[in-house]
């Protein structure tokens, strides 16, 4: 079992930047391909970038490409997202994942979540 916090979420300005991070407990960290989603207020959550156990293999979704970079330290037990070019649409809770099986790609493959973190973006 592996215990995720998220954090690094708040409000920036359309265009800046952000990273999010996710700290997992456990000595199984490095075991789990890991992902981020996000959720919008009245909207399903979403698949945004997922990386494999090694970070060998990525994968974004596309409106994300581009502008979001995911990363992982198993030496560390964490997770990153890197967010630039932050866009109106881009504002929700984020999620951070750990699946024991294939990359997260989508949430039924999701085996853990975090709590999450607000992401804001002004105009």
């Known amino acids: 079992q592996v215990q995720l916090v998220d954090s690094g979420g708040g409000l920036v300005q359309a265009g800046g930047s952000l990273r999010l991070s996710c700290a997992a407990s456990?000595?199984?960290?490095?075991?789990?391909?890991m992902g981020w989603f996000r959720q919008a207020p009245g909207k399903e959550r979403e698949f945004i970038a997922a990386?494999?156990?090694?970070?060998?293999?990525?994968r974004y979704a596309d409106s994300v490409k581009g502008r979001f970079t995911i990363s992982r330290d198993n030496a560390k037990n964490a997770l990153y997202l890197q967010m630039n070019t932050l866009q109106p649409e881009d504002p929700a809770v984020y999620y951070c994942?750990?699946?024991?099986?294939?990359?997260?790609?989508?949430?039924?493959?999701?085996?853990?979540w975090g709590q999450g973190t607000q992401v804001t973006v002004s105009s």
């Open positions: 990386i494999s156990w090694s970070g060998s293999s990525t």
């Open positions: 456990g000595r199984t960290f490095s075991s789990y391909a």
């Open positions: 994942a750990a699946a024991k099986g294939a990359i997260p790609t989508s949430t039924v493959r999701v085996d853990y």
